[in-house]
């Protein structure tokens, strides 16, 4: 069966460091969004990409980068890691650009910064 | 002011007990609207899609108020296993493309 997956689903780092977070789906889609959800907002979009090496900016961007190789791989970076960026954050892909597209999300990786 | 406003709960009800949600949201320009299902450290997950003319699907009935700006999800016969929490989200144009926009999320706990 398609999936989407994230690791490592737990992650604990020091301030200062670099943080790569994983994405891989195997649903074929063209779109992959990551966001991140901290308690008392919603879902709050980070980057997302339309394709391979398409990538934009959400809404929550800054100290986060994403690259697109190929279909199946939205990695996330922090490029250094900030208490700010304690939090849960979920990578989704859809087929599709319609205002309809459903998005199917990863489990999650819960990250821990010190 | 956020883009898309619940009531964040928790609602406690018993078993068997009808329980309605509210979500308004300010862009009037939004497309579409659905209700997510998110269960306790899991993923959001697609409830259901809701749609101009309201629809139901089993025991969940979604409506959509275009002119106040609202979306409601009514649970009939809740079950335990219903207790997670409802995420109500309206997709926005933004920059050319479509962006889902998500509420905090309405907590719901059906008890014994």
């Known amino acids: 069966d398609a999936e989407i997956t994230q690791s490592p689903r737990h992650k604990i780092t020091e301030t200062g460091r670099q943080v790569t977070l994983a994405c891989h789906q195997t649903w074929n889609h063209n779109n992959m969004f990551w966001y991140r959800q901290d308690l008392g907002h919603g879902l709050r979009l980070i980057h997302y990409?339309?394709?391979?090496?398409?990538?934009n900016k959400g809404e929550v961007s800054d100290g986060y980068s994403v690259s697109r190789s190929n279909t199946e791989d939205l990695p996330l970076t922090l490029e250094s890691a900030a208490s700010s960026q304690t939090s849960v954050y979920f990578c989704a892909s859809s087929g599709g650009t319609s205002a309809q597209e459903t998005q199917y999300f990863g489990p999650g990786t819960r990250l821990l910064v010190l | 002011r956020k883009e898309v406003e619940q009531d964040p709960g928790p609602f406690n009800v018993p078993e068997g007990a009808t329980v309605a949600f509210n979500c308004t949201y300010s862009?009037?320009?939004?497309?579409?609207f659905f209700w997510y299902r998110q269960d306790c450290r899991k993923e959001p997950k697609l409830l259901m899609s809701v749609y101009s003319s309201g629809n139901e699907d089993g025991r969940f009935t979604a409506q959509l108020n275009r002119a106040s700006q609202y979306i409601s999800l009514l649970i009939r016969d809740s079950k335990l296993s219903d207790s997670a929490t409802y995420l109500c989200v309206v997709t926005s144009l933004m920059d050319s493309s479509y962006k889902l926009i998500f509420g905090s999320g309405t907590r719901l706990l059906v008890r014994p």
């Open positions: 990409s339309y394709g391979v090496q398409d990538t």
């Open positions: 862009n009037s320009a939004s497309q579409s």
